[in-house]
């Protein structure tokens, strides 16, 4: 019996949660076909996707480019005593959201269904919008139970009469906030199929950095340009165009340098916004990189900066694992107080939280954090915080269970 897991591209550098996810459930003895909804367009990839020996399904990502697997899909599926049912469902959607994304995924679903292996028991997706759409439909087409895992966007974005539909259908669901999972278990009459599942993170990737290395760095002088890092997608959700902002009002004599990793829509113009406040001689911008790359970075710095926000449509941050990844190297965090990160840093206890927004609030915060000793403090917490609450081995643990739970439900 296998596990069709549903994603919305893969292999993605933003999404190690995921790879870490899939891993730990293949290293468990699960059998998996992953599914994709788009190929992948990062260059490189993490360790944790070398791992990872499984081939990938691809379904159309445009309906038209592979408009002959798509008829031919329907021509099968349209036979099944279960069509009917999943065209009624997808109708009723397609009613109160007539976009051209919502046949796209019905046209996904079909071409999922009839080519879904025999020995599949189970359609499993991650995020709660698209990706559980299509899964919803083809196990309605395949009469199969799905399931998801919600993580933020996901949650936040899609309407309030999608989510307790999904959740009605579905046969049980995991998310990675304590928000959100009060969140989703008020949609629902039976709060039960919703359970809080950290990602945690794999603490064996993230090697405990030598006790020898002291970062003294406190900006005042050029000897002790205070080192910032962050990692994240230049997306409005991640607040990074605060963060600028908040570093061009830094005094001149203080020293600092930033270095930033990832991609982005909005990279482009946080780059001219940089150059617009005239600091490209103090920025580095490093692009996507993959984990062994970045875990060397977190050593050679003094401070994470997330200044994540709420973006107009709702969308923002759950719990990001950059975080965790940042505490495990010892490396002070400044974020914002986010719910979800806030689930994690307990201000001035694990780090340094203001909120979302306020780059005057983040300049004052990023000068406190200059101090090298509670640098030290803040990181010390963290690191144990991870090792003792956000173990990724103790919180894949009950995923697999429920996995296994109606592997065995079916035999």
């Given amino acids: 019996m296998s596990v069709a897991v549903v994603l919305k591209g893969y292999p993605r550098l933003s999404e190690t949660f995921i790879a870490q996810e899939i891993q730990s459930l293949q290293k468990a003895g699960l059998d998996l076909e992953l599914i994709s909804l788009r190929h ?19 379904l ?3 309906l038209w480019q592979e408009s002959t697997r798509v008829i031919r899909a329907w021509w099968r599926i349209r036979k099944s005593p279960h069509y009917s049912r999943a065209r009624r469902v997808w109708l009723n959607d397609l009613k109160r959201d007539l976009t051209p994304n919502r046949i796209r995924r019905f046209g996904q679903s079909l071409v999922l269904a009839n080519e879904l292996s025999d020995g599949v028991t189970l359609i499993y997706a991650h995020f709660l919008h698209t ?9 309605l087409l395949r009469n199969l139970p799905w399931s998801f895992s919600a993580h933020a966007k996901d949650i936040w974005t899609t309407p309030e009469w999608e989510k307790r539909e999904k959740i009605t259908d579905c046969a049980w669901g995991v998310t990675c906030t304590e928000t959100g999972s009060v969140h989703l278990k008020s949609l629902t009459d039976s709060p039960d199929k919703i359970t809080l599942l950290y990602h945690g993170l794999d603490i064996r990737r993230f090697s405990e950095p030598s006790s020898c290395d002291q970062k003294s760095n406190d900006g005042t002088s050029r000897n002790k340009t205070l080192r910032l890092f962050s990692v994240g997608r230049a997306v409005p959700k991640k607040g990074f165009f605060i963060l600028l902002d908040a570093l061009a009002a830094l005094p001149q004599d203080f020293y600092w340098h930033w270095q930033h990793v990832g991609g982005g829509s909005d990279l482009r113009k946080l780059q001219a916004h940089a150059a617009d406040l005239g600091l490209n001689e103090k ?7 993959p984990q062994e790359e970045i875990l060397s970075l977190y050593r050679q710095n003094d401070l994470f900066l997330l200044p994540s926000r709420i973006t107009e449509d709702g969308d923002r941050d759950g719990l990001p694992n950059v975080l965790m990844e940042a505490a495990s190297q010892k490396l002070a965090i400044v974020s914002t107080a986010l719910s979800g990160i806030c689930e994690f840093i307990e201000t001035d206890t694990h780090g340094l939280l203001v909120p979302p927004d306020d780059s005057s609030l983040l300049l004052a915060a990023i000068r406190k954090a200059a101090k090298p000793d509670l640098r030290s403090a803040w990181a010390t917490a963290a690191f144990k915080r991870v090792h003792h609450r956000f173990s990724h081995h103790e919180n894949i643990l009950p995923l697999v269970k429920l996995i296994r739970q109606h592997q065995e439900s079916t035999q």
Avoid: F, Q
């Fill in 60 to 62: 159309p990502e445009y």
């Fill in 283 to 289: 920025i580095n911008w490093l692009g996507p990189r």
């Fill in 40 to 58: 992948p367009t990062d260059t490189a990839v993490h360790p944790v996707h070398r791992e990872i020996n499984k081939t990938v399904l691809y």
């Fill in 131 to 139: 990706p559980s759409s299509v899964a919803r439909y083809a196990a």
